[in-house]
T-cell receptor, first 116, second 112 residues
Framework: GAVVSQHPSWVICKSGTSVKIECRSL??????MFWYRQFPKQSLMLMAT?????????EQGVEKDKFLINHASLTLSTLTVTSAHPEDSSFYIC????????????FGPGTRLTVT | GNSVTQMEGPVTLSEEAFLTINCTYT??????LFWYVQYPGEGLQLLLK?????DKGSNKGFEATYRKETTSFHLEKGSVQVSDSAVYFC???????????FGPGTRLSVLP
C-alpha cells in the first residue's frame, strides 16, 4: 500500500530554536498533504493543508508565521516550527491522499516534538 | 459542519470478549467513513473503510457497516486479542480529504 514517511520520528529542542519536520510520499505523488497536531490522549486536529506550488492553507487559530509549511515537490512537504516554545511540544502527523480524487488518507508515523 | 462522535473510553475487555465501539456522524452529502487505529507511539493506520450506504468494511476480524439511516459506523470484533489494545478513531471525508474529520478516539485495553 501507499507509504508516507516522516523525519525525524522524534526531536528534542531548546526554546527559541526552530525545528523542521519532513513528510514524504514514498511511492506516489501528492499535490496536497495535510499536517495534524495531536495532544496527549486527544484526537488529531488539522493544522494546515500543504499545496504543491502554492501557499499552504491554515486552519483558524493556527499561526502561519510560526508553523511554516513548504511543499517543495510532489513527494515532499516540510513543517518548520519557528521559535519553538514548550507549549509547541506535541505529536505532529502528516497525511496525503493517494490521488487528488481519493477520499482516503495515508498517514505518516508521526514526529514527537519536545521543547525544553 | 461535519462532525464525528465516538463512545468515550477507555474500554477495558478481557481477551476473546466481543467489542463494539459506537460511532455516529453528522455530514452533508454522502461521506466516506473510516476507522483508523493508533498503536502506542505510532501514527495512524487505516483499519477499514466504507464509501457508500450499506457497505461493510472489514479487516483483521474487525468490521463496520455504513448505516445512513442512523448515521452510524459502529466498529465490532467478535473476539479481541491483547494485541488489539490501541486507540481507535472514527473519521469521515466528503471532499477528497479537504474535510477529513476525526472523532475523539476510543482507547481500548485488552487484558490477558
Amino acid at each position: 500500500g501507499a507509504v508516507v514517511s516522516q523525519h525525524p520520528s522524534w526531536v528534542i529542542c531548546k526554546s527559541g530554536t526552530s525545528v523542521k519536520i519532513e513528510c514524504r510520499s514514498l511511492d506516489f505523488q501528492a499535490t496536497t498533504m495535510f499536517w495534524y497536531r495531536q495532544f496527549p490522549k486527544q484526537s488529531l486536529m488539522l493544522m494546515a493543508t500543504s499545496n504543491e506550488g502554492s501557499k499552504a492553507t491554515y486552519e483558524q487559530g493556527v499561526e502561519k508565521d510560526k508553523f511554516l509549511i513548504n511543499h517543495a515537490s510532489l513527494t515532499l512537504s516540510t513543517l518548520t516550527v519557528t521559535s519553538a516554545h514548550p507549549e509547541d511540544s506535541s505529536f505532529y502527523i502528516c497525511s496525503a491522499p493517494l490521488a487528488a480524487t481519493s477520499y482516503e488518507q495515508y498517514f505518516g508515523p508521526g514526529t514527537r516534538l519536545t521543547v525544553t | 459542519g461535519n462532525s464525528v462522535t465516538q463512545m468515550e473510553g477507555p474500554v477495558t475487555l478481557s481477551e476473546e470478549a466481543f467489542l463494539t465501539i459506537n460511532c455516529t456522524y453528522t455530514a452533508t452529502g454522502y461521506p466516506s467513513l473510516f476507522w483508523y487505529v493508533q498503536y502506542p507511539g505510532e501514527g495512524l493506520q487505516l483499519l477499514l473503510k466504507a464509501t457508500k450506504a450499506d457497505d461493510k468494511g472489514s479487516n483483521k476480524g474487525f468490521e463496520a457497516t455504513y448505516r445512513k439511516e442512523t448515521t452510524s459506523f459502529h466498529l465490532e470484533k467478535g473476539s479481541v486479542q491483547v494485541s488489539d489494545s490501541a486507540v481507535y478513531f472514527c473519521a469521515l471525508s466528503n471532499n477528497y480529504g479537504q474535510n477529513f474529520v476525526f472523532g475523539p478516539g476510543t482507547r481500548l485495553s485488552v487484558l490477558p
